[in-house]
């Protein structure tokens, strides 16, 4: 099993900068790739930025390349998501999750957090 605890959202201005932290705890040598998804209610997961853990290649969404960075501390399990020049189509729940494949599609990772809001105000 693999524990996921997500922090760093909250209430930002757009043009904004917000850091969020995903920190990763348990068995989570099998589950070792990283991602950050986002959903609002009453719309689908949408795929936002993916890290290998091992390798460090990422994966971004076309809507976040050049404003987001996806980074990790191997030393502290923990995986981030810079996020600058925030806009208020990025407020949404963020997700983190872990899984075996470096993968933009959800139902590839196995184990997810309880999701941390961000909130873009014009």
């Known amino acids: 099993q693999v524990q996921l605890v997500e922090s760093g959202g909250g209430l930002v201005q757009a043009g904004g900068s917000l850091r969020l932290s995903c920190a990763a705890s348990g068995r989570t040598s099998g589950s070792s790739n990283m991602g950050w998804f986002r959903q609002a209610p009453g719309k689908e997961r949408e795929f936002v930025a993916a890290?290998?853990?091992?390798?460090?290649?990422?994966l971004y969404a076309d809507s976040v390349k050049d404003r987001f960075t996806i980074a990790r501390d191997n030393a502290k399990n923990t995986v981030y998501l810079q996020m600058n020049s925030l806009k208020p189509e990025d407020t949404d729940v963020y997700y983190c999750a872990a899984g075996p494949w470096l993968s933009k599609q959800g139902y590839t990772y196995d184990y997810w957090g309880q999701g941390t809001q961000v909130t873009v105000s014009s």
């Open positions: 890290i290998g853990w091992s390798t460090g290649s990422t």
